[in-house]
C-alpha cells in the first residue's frame, strides 16, 4: 500500500471550504495521527482509497468550517474530529495530547472548543485548528471558555426549538423573500462564538445580479428581525462580493454568565 497524498496540497484563500480541510487533512496523516488514507487497489483506471489505522489508536479528519465562524485574524481555518476506536479502548487524553502538540508543532492555533466532552458517553472530541494571518494575534481563549455550553435536546411539541423560530423570522424578512434560497442549520458548537448558549449556520442566496451593497442591506434586515429576541450576527471578515451565490452568517444567542 502507498500514501493516497502524492504531495502537499496547495492553500487557495479564494476557496478555502475546498483547499482548507485538504491541507489540515495532510498534516494530520504527516504527523501520523490522521486518517492516514492509503491506495488499497485499481478499478477501472482509478485508485481505491482506504484507511490504514492501528488498532486502538482512532483517526482524525479535517472539516470545513464557514468563515463566519473562523476566529477573527485567522487565514485559515477547520474543524478536526477525532474518532476512537472504541472496539479496543483509546487514551483520550493521550491521543488528544499528540493532536494538539502535532498541530501547535506546524504553527497552527488548536483550541479544545465546544461543549465539554465525556469520554464514556460520547462517538468523539472536536478541535478547531486554525492558522492566523501575518502579523495577528490569535485569540486568548481558555479550554473551559466553552464550558457552559448546553448538551443537545430534543423539543417535544409545544415546546418550539431556536431553530424553528430562527426560520421563521428570517423567512419573513423582505430579503429571504426576494433571494433565491434562505437555509438554517445546526453547526458544531466548535465554531460556536465562546460567548454563545446557541448558535445556528446561516446560509442565504440572493438573487443572481444581487450587488454587494444589496447583499448588506439584506444582511442587516437579518440583524434587525433577530435583534428583538437578544440574538446576534456575525460575518466573515473578509468584504462579500458582487453577485456573490450565496453569503453565510453566524446567528447566536450570548449566555447569561451571571446566571450559568
Request: charged residues 25%; negative net charge; proline residues 9%.
Amino acid at each position: 500500500m502507498r500514501s493516497a497524498w502524492m504531495q502537499r496540497p496547495v492553500y487557495d484563500r479564494d476557496n478555502p471550504s475546498r483547499t482548507g480541510p485538504l491541507v489540515v487533512n495532510y498534516d494530520l496523516d504527516q504527523l501520523k495521527v490522521g486518517e492516514n488514507r492509503v491506495v488499497v487497489g485499481r478499478r477501472d483506471g482509478y485508485d481505491l482509497h482506504g484507511r490504514n489505522i492501528a488498532p486502538g489508536d482512532g483517526w482524525c479528519r479535517a472539516l470545513y468550517a464557514p468563515e463566519c465562524a473562523w476566529p477573527r485574524g485567522a487565514d485559515l481555518c477547520a474543524v478536526v474530529e477525532w474518532h476512537p476506536d472504541h472496539k479496543i479502548g483509546s487514551d483520550w487524553a493521550a491521543r488528544m495530547e499528540a493532536v494538539t502538540t502535532g498541530l501547535r508543532s506546524l504553527d497552527y492555533v488548536v483550541e479544545r472548543a465546544g461543549r465539554p466532552v465525556d469520554p464514556a458517553q460520547d462517538l468523539q472530541a472536536t478541535l478547531l485548528v486554525y492558522h492566523m494571518e501575518p502579523g495577528k494575534t490569535p485569540p486568548q481563549r481558555s479550554d473551559d471558555a466553552w464550558a457552559h455550553v448546553p448538551a443537545p435536546r430534543t423539543y417535544t411539541w409545544p415546546e418550539v426549538s431556536p431553530l424553528v423560530r430562527l426560520r421563521s423570522w428570517l423567512g419573513e424578512t423582505k430579503a429571504a423573500r426576494k433571494g433565491s434560497s434562505l437555509a438554517v442549520w445546526d453547526i458544531a458548537s466548535a465554531m460556536w462564538p465562546p460567548e454563545a448558549d446557541f448558535c445556528a449556520h446561516v446560509r442565504w442566496s440572493p438573487a443572481p445580479g444581487t450587488s454587494s451593497a444589496e447583499v448588506y442591506e439584506g444582511l442587516r434586515e437579518f440583524s434587525a428581525a433577530v435583534q428583538e429576541a437578544d440574538y446576534r450576527t456575525r460575518l466573515r471578515e473578509r468584504p462579500i462580493p458582487d453577485e456573490a451565490e450565496s453569503v453565510d452568517l453566524l446567528v447566536y444567542h450570548e449566555a447569561d454568565t451571571a446566571h450559568p
